[in-house]
């Protein structure tokens, strides 16, 4: 059989990825504005060990060395995320212009050691400014959110492989506007389809316009996907599991590539869905250089609504309990070619997981189960590639150990360890399987 790295055309995009607040700290330096998760972390209960963002991995002091550490992993690209309110403290009115010298920095950096720099304009950071003005439920955001994506291609575009508009839209709206677990910690069916409309709407609007400035980056969005299944044969689960892959999947894909949204959703939010402009559909449905999917797990759906756990079935988890299953990422992609022939080409931004033998014992972190997760999933993209898939890329989640959003700094995604008393940072032995796993596609 063909080794795994030889399934991988030369030109395949390998990288690591993180997002700002959940690695940077320094929330207050540099005339950076409150973000909407700087405020959530205030709320009692709201984070599991009541941490917040205001040091968390100390990026942004640590930029030289972290870049050194993303070298050394011999990945080609590295994807990161933008605070906006580094860039505009409010979200409106005035830029701060110290706000993207860091980025330019973090840009340049990547440059020099010939990693392509993939940049998103919305990991979750929303200044609380714009919040105040209500937010993502506002159409005004949707303004806001253009300009704050025109300056900062105006300053870094012309050094940037990609763009990203939003990451994960069906997190910010369904987690930080229905369920309320993430920030800003709301629950309403209703504002939380405004926002989702209002995201994919800011996405397209984005687009447009930073093609008529001329873009030099491929642009895209990042959609959080799992593949969706029902837990048993019967026709209720296979319905229930339909309208729960509508919710999630198609909700956001068929507006981005058909320019609708799917009917079952529609009925289902009656008066509840969202307020829909003439103009709007067609400005969501721009083409994209580039679809980014996260993929953790897959979703197995009872009509029953019985939270159908993999746990209590015997069935391998991570240490954040969500299924490890490789398979579904080849479904996934199978799936999203055919429901969308013309699908662009495919990133997997995020992949990985948060592991019980993360702990570090003798100076080493020896994540086997980790590295079993990545070596599935990898191999999971190659079968859907032989598919016909057209996969591009594949980026590890993530770089180092983090804040893990609700679970504070409890779990641990990272191929690298961080020690939060000191601030060390030690690859763990995915790192090194990761590096040489690279070393042997370069041939
Ligand atoms: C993604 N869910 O978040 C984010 O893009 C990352 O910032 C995060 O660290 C990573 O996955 C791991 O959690 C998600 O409950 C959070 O379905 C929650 C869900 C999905 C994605």
């Not at 830029?95 to 990547?110: A, S």
């Amino acid at each position: 059989m063909n080794p795994l790295h030889r399934q991988f055309p030369a030109d395949f995009v390998w990288g690591v990825a993180t997002s700002s607040f959940q690695i940077e700290g320094a929330a207050h330096e540099d005339g950076k504005g409150e973000s909407i998760w700087d405020r959530f972390c205030k709320q009692p209960g709201a984070i599991a060990d009541a941490s917040n963002g205001d040091v968390a991995c100390d990026h942004f002091h640590r930029l030289d060395s972290d870049l050194d550490l993303i070298a050394s992993l011999g990945v080609n690209a590295y994807r990161f995320s933008i605070a906006w309110p580094r860039v505009q403290a409010l979200g409106h009115g005035e830029f701060n212009p110290r706000g993207l010298d860091f980025y330019e920095r973090l840009v340049d950096g990547l440059r020099q050691r010939g990693i392509q720099a993939w940049a998103t304009l919305n990991h979750w950071d929303l200044p609380q400014g714009l919040q105040d003005r209500g937010g993502w439920n506002d159409r005004d955001t949707v303004h806001r959110f253009v300009d704050y994506a025109r300056h900062v291609q105006a300053r870094l575009g012309d050094r940037l492989h990609g763009i990203t508009t939003h990451n994960e839209p069906w997190v910010i709206a369904t987690l930080g506007h229905d369920q309320g677990n993430f920030a800003p910690g709301i629950k309403s069916r209703k504002i939380a389809a405004q926002v989702s409309h209002h995201l994919l709407l800011s996405h397209g609007l984005a687009m447009q316009s930073l093609r008529a400035d001329g873009a030099k980056s491929q642009l895209g969005i990042v959609l959080n996907l799992s593949s969706t299944v029902p837990a048993t044969a019967m026709p209720a689960d296979i319905a229930a599991a339909d309208l729960a892959d509508s919710r999630s999947r198609r909700w956001y894909a068929d507006p981005l590539f058909k320019g609708h949204y799917p009917a079952d959703v529609l009925a289902e939010l009656g008066a509840d869905a969202p307020i829909v402009q003439a103009g709007d559909m067609a400005a969501i449905a721009q083409p994209m250089d580039y679809l980014g999917i996260n993929y953790y797990t897959r979703s197995v759906i009872a009509a029953s609504g019985e939270d159908w756990n993999a746990k209590g079935r015997g069935l391998p988890v991570s240490d954040m309990d969500w299924e490890i299953y490789p398979r579904g990422l080849t479904d996934l992609l199978v799936q999203m070619h055919r429901d969308y022939p013309a699908l662009p080409p495919v990133y997997i931004t995020e992949n990985g997981g948060a592991f019980k033998d993360d702990a570090l014992a003798q100076g080493r972190v020896q994540d086997d189960d980790r590295i079993a997760y990545l070596r599935e999933h990898i191999a999971a993209v190659a079968r859907a590639m032989q598919q016909g898939v057209p996969m591009a890329g594949y980026m590890v989640w993530s770089l180092m150990d983090n804040f893990e959003w609700a679970s504070g700094y409890l779990k641990r995604f990272g191929i690298v360890h961080v020690d939060y008393a000191t601030q060390a940072r030690t690859p763990k032995a995915s790192a090194e399987w990761y590096r040489q796993f690279l070393r042997d596609w370069r041939g």
